[in-house]
């Protein structure tokens, strides 16, 4: 049953309402945001914190892998939620390349369906087992709940398949997703040119490829008028193209990961596969023009693309690891520290590219903190430094580049359907 929940004093961040205020808060044991009473029920719920206490609506991440079915050893429907709810989570989006793929609508359901602490609105495929050969039943896809269409992990390298798929989910109304890159570009490269590559001897990965893909892609955006999200972007061209884009008035957004907007490839300490993702980490320049494309808004979304690995597969090395690193638990204080705290990104902004924006794209109405709607909130303790050890984290993985850092900024709880999860804290 739900119960009742009140916070004396907390920073309300609400994008929705441009509300950033200290103030209280009091959700009712209906589980909806109320005024307080003059006194409270039996068995309210408080939460004690003695640093700053920051409450949002529940944040909410397009591009997450939960790795269900087929590769559940790395993550499955229950870790990846718990992981999701550790970060502030309430909302994620999964991806469909999963084995099998997430073709079907029996697939699309099962997810959709999942009883867990946070909602999933599933991905499906935009061609046939994501082989970029022959589009996907994506009316049927879509009946059956799939959010965006992508093929996440690939891109959909052929432009007639891609117009045929765009035009078909633009009478469905929805957005399709791209994994932008162009795999002959590639050609097996792992690592942006960098110090550690020609030690290593590793085959660079060419910015060329995401770049490439990025003016493909745009260009059947432009003749089919689907709205078109690049995932994860990574390089300074990309910005370019995504601002020229936007100022076409094209219906073009796009993404912007915690470890692109904070690392970059100068900086990979060694033969260590937890720096290794796709697209690989860009130069400086590349990490500077992604921070400046967050604080002018040509880029007003972040994703985690949280991408759980077992740890013996990360144990490879560079050069034989798999691509991708988890992100879920370490977003908040990534994004905090980096774009609000050191670059100035507004609260508000920073608020709004976690919770309304992305909820928005899927056509989702975002959930808020006024009076009246039902609580799907996120406390977070912006001060609290913490570890980033296997042992803190929720996910199966621990494939991250923080592994073993200290992070300052963590979600203590989120309160979603009546219920209060405890992350960490009293």
């Known amino acids: 049953m739900p119960h009742a929940l009140y916070l004396p004093r907390a920073r309300l961040l609400d994008p929705a309402t441009g509300t950033d205020r200290t103030g209280e808060l009091y959700v009712d044991p209906q ?15 408080t939460f004690a914190h003695e640093g700053e206490l920051l409450v949002t609506p529940g944040l909410c991440d397009l591009h997450v892998h939960f790795r269900d079915p087929g590769q559940t050893a790395s993550e499955d429907l229950a870790s990846g939620a718990a992981a999701a709810a550790n970060g502030g989570f309430t909302r994620v989006v999964t991806m469909p390349n999963t084995l099998p793929a997430t073709d079907s609508p029996e697939l699309v359901a099962r997810a959709k369906n999942a009883a867990l602490p946070v909602s999933i609105y599933p991905s499906a495929c935009c061609t046939r087992a994501r082989n970029g050969k022959v589009p996907a039943e994506l009316e049927a896809l879509a009946e059956a709940g799939a959010s965006c269409f992508t093929d996440d992990g690939s891109m959909v390298s052929n432009p007639e398949v891609m117009e045929a798929v765009m035009r078909r989910a633009k009478a469905l109304g ?9 795999p ?6 792992v690592i942006r040119e960098c110090p550690l590559a020609e030690r290593l001897g590793l085959k660079v990965f060419p910015a060329e490829a995401e770049i490439q893909a990025v003016r493909d892609d745009i260009a059947v955006c432009r003749r089919t008028g689907c709205p078109l999200h690049i995932q994860h972007i990574s390089c300074a061209e990309t910005v370019r193209l995504v601002a020229e884009a936007r100022r076409e008035g094209l219906p073009v957004t796009a993404e912007i990961t915690p470890h692109h907007l904070a690392l970059a490839a100068e900086e990979i300490p060694g033969d260590d596969a937890n720096w290794r993702m796709n697209p690989p980490l860009g130069t400086r320049a590349d990490r500077a023009a992604l921070r400046q494309a967050l604080l002018d808004g040509t880029v007003a979304i972040f994703a985690t693309d949280h991408a ?12 034989k690891g798999p691509f991708g690193i988890i992100g879920l638990e370490t977003a908040f204080a990534v994004t905090w520290h980096e774009m609000v705290l050191k670059d100035g990104l507004a609260p508000l ?13 899927l056509g989702l109405t975002p959930p808020t903190l006024e009076v009246g709607q039902t609580a799907e909130l996120a406390l977070f303790a912006p001060d609290l430094p913490w570890q980033v050890t296997p042992q803190a984290l929720a996910s199966k993985s621990h494939d991250t580049p923080w ?3 200290t992070l300052t ?4 709880a989120t309160y979603r359907n009546g219920t209060l999860r405890h992350t960490t804290g009293k």
């Open 31 to 45: 589980g909806r945001i109320a005024p307080r009473p003059e006194i409270l029920p039996e068995g309210c719920v």
């Open 409 to 412: 900024g963590r979600c203590l």
């Open 403 to 405: 592994l073993g850092q």
């Open 349 to 361: 902004a920073w608020a709004a590219y976690w919770i309304t924006n992305p909820n928005r794209l």
């Open 174 to 182: 929805r957005v399709v997703m791209d994994h932008a890159v162009r």
């Open 184 to 189: 002959e570009i590639q050609q097996g490269g």
């Open 308 to 319: 759980p690995h077992t740890p013996e597969s990360k144990s490879q090395g560079f050069g």
